[in-house]
């Protein structure tokens, strides 16, 4: 489940509808105290991570593999440095296929991301097995993919590629997109198919296997080496799924905040359209988005009503209802029995105050997987990588730069569990 972006569990249907119909936009005191008292397993659809305050972004040096640990230690005190090369075709500079609303935004480090987004074509591979077309719904098309493209790529260290959480964008990654970059990796955001800015006017399938080949063709297509497969909330689910199927596209996992133990909503294709239709209007209204956002972070910032913006901004689209509802009546993740059929090594990110999955499942999934450390982050919530992005990327820094032995090697020097305090 994920400011600008976000991630989702399990909801209570009955009480967002309350929430829809009987309250005009809520005060952030309302918000606030609302988010204080929910429950951690009671949480709603969706958690946009919408803008943090504009953060200086430090210019690490770019650096190679070997370097990492430098880069890394360096990463929280370092000064402003340069945005990222702007492109777009509006007057203000962004990707005509942006929803306008985008030109509201004021968050800094959004309006960079954004102007960087591109859409390039991802079409199924003409060797596609006839029954998986079937099933996948991909055909000879190429779908529009939005993403954020490296300014140049190397080949001396695996490319990093960012997911994000459930409906979410490229732009949940505006805080630490920059900073990786700048510590000299390749790096790529990319659009999970049926969220964030991609053409979907054909309307393909959005289900699990269509998100999967998705994915695979992009990385096919693009990427055509091993990759590093980051995966916040809900994101973590798809990168499970990922690499369990095609193991080879994956040279090492991340997993931040992972949403990996909920077994999706059932299968709904029987249920009315309409009814499945309203839920998703439900999910996109303002005040389900203030509560989400609220429960997402440790401290509700100034910028809280900036944030919500950005998380919902995809969901302007024409074709977000359809691609949602596609998803969920298709019965969403369910990847319990796949987390012990990982074999990469793996970094499991947590934040301390998570309010939306317990740290209990933190530990629960350090102990199924093979070869992970966990890494939690001091007076965090949800989505570290927007609330902390400092930290964030130092633990992804110092986790491609070592050489990780197994759980049953690892000696007392290098604690598999570390909290950062």
Same mark, same amino acid.
């Not at 929280?76 to 929803?99: I, V």
């Given at each position: 489940?994920?400011r600008g ?12 509808e ?10 952030l005191?309302?918000v606030?105290?609302a988010?204080?008292?929910a ?11 919408s803008?943090?305050p ?9 650096s190679?593999?070997?370097?990492? /640990?430098?880069a890394?230690?360096s990463a929280a ?5 340069a ?9 203000a500079?962004?990707?005509? +296929?942006? &929803?306008?609303a985008v030109?509201?935004i ?8 954004a102007?960087? $987004? ?5 079409q199924?591979?003409?060797?596609? =097995?006839?029954?998986?077309? *079937? ?5 000879g098309?190429a ?5 954020v493209?490296?300014?140049?790529q ?8 960012l ?7 490229v732009?949940e990654?505006?805080?630490?997109? =920059?900073?990786?970059?700048e510590?000299?990796?390749?790096? %790529? ?6 969220w964030?800015?991609s ?6 399938p *959005? ?10 063709? +992009?990385w096919?297509s ?17 990168a499970?799924?990922?690499s369990?199927?095609y193991?080879?596209?994956v040279? #090492? ?14 299968d709904m294709? /029987?249920?009315?359209k ?6 998703v209007?439900i999910?996109?209204?303002l005040?389900?988005?203030f ?9 509700? &910032?100034?910028?809280?009503?900036? %944030?919500v913006q950005?998380?919902r901004?995809h969901?302007l689209?024409? %074709? ?8 969920? $009546? ?9 987390? #012990?059929?990982?074999k990469?090594k ?13 740290? #209990?499942?933190?530990?629960r999934? @350090? ?5 992970a $450390?966990?890494?939690q ?5 949800h989505?570290?990588?927007?609330e ?6 130092? @633990?992804?820094l ?10 049953s090697?690892?000696? =007392? ?7 950062? /305090?």
């Amino acid at each position: 489940m994920p400011r600008g972006t976000t991630v989702l569990a399990t909801y209570n249907t009955r009480a967002a509808e309350s929430t829809w119909r009987t309250a005009p936009t809520p005060s952030l005191e309302t918000v606030q105290r609302a988010g204080k008292r929910a429950e951690p397993n009671q949480m709603p659809l969706l958690l946009t991570s919408s803008s943090l305050p504009a953060l200086p972004l430090p210019p690490l040096a770019a650096s190679p593999r070997s370097r990492l /640990r430098v880069a890394a230690s360096s990463a929280a005190s370092a000064p402003d440095g340069a945005g990222a090369t702007a492109r777009g075709t509006s007057a203000a500079g962004f990707p005509s +296929f942006l &929803p306008q609303a985008v030109e509201r935004i004021r968050d800094g480090a959004a309006i960079r991301l954004a102007k960087r $987004i591109e859409r390039v074509p991802v079409q199924a591979s003409r060797f596609l =097995p006839i029954l998986l077309c *079937c099933v996948t719904g991909f055909s000879g098309s190429a779908i529009p993919s939005s993403c954020v493209r490296p300014l140049k790529q190397q080949q001396d260290a695996d490319p990093v590629v960012l997911l994000h959480g459930f409906d979410s964008s490229v732009l949940e990654w505006r805080y630490t997109y =920059p900073l990786l970059e700048e510590a000299g990796l390749e790096v %790529w955001a990319v659009d999970i198919l049926g969220w964030g800015f991609s053409d979907l006017e054909t309307r393909p399938p *959005c289900d699990v296997a269509s998100k999967r080949e998705h994915l695979y063709q +992009f990385w096919k297509s693009y990427i055509k080496r091993p990759m590093v497969l980051v995966g916040p909330s809900l994101g973590a689910a798809v990168a499970i799924d990922f690499s369990v199927n095609y193991p080879d596209a994956v040279s #090492k996992l991340i997993f931040i905040g992972a949403s990996v133990y909920s077994e999706g909503p059932k299968d709904m294709t /029987r249920m009315p359209k309409f009814v499945s239709y309203a839920g998703v209007f439900i999910l996109k209204s303002l005040p389900l988005r203030f509560l989400a956002t609220s429960l997402a972070f440790k401290k509700t &910032p100034n910028e809280f009503f900036d %944030w919500v913006q950005i998380g919902r901004l995809h969901c302007l689209l024409p %074709w977000w209802e359809d691609a949602t509802v596609n998803f969920m $009546i298709k019965g969403g993740y369910n990847v319990i029995d796949q987390i #012990k059929q990982v074999k990469h090594k793996c970094l499991i990110m947590w934040g301390e105050d998570d309010g939306i999955i317990s740290s #209990k499942l933190a530990y629960r999934l @350090h102990q199924e997987l093979p070869d992970a $450390i966990l890494r939690q982050v001091w007076q965090c919530g949800h989505i570290p990588h927007v609330e902390k992005p400092r930290e964030a990327v130092k @633990h992804v820094l110092e986790f491609l730069a070592r050489n990780m032995p197994n759980k049953s090697d690892q000696s =007392p020097s290098e604690p598999s569990v570390l909290v950062n /305090r």
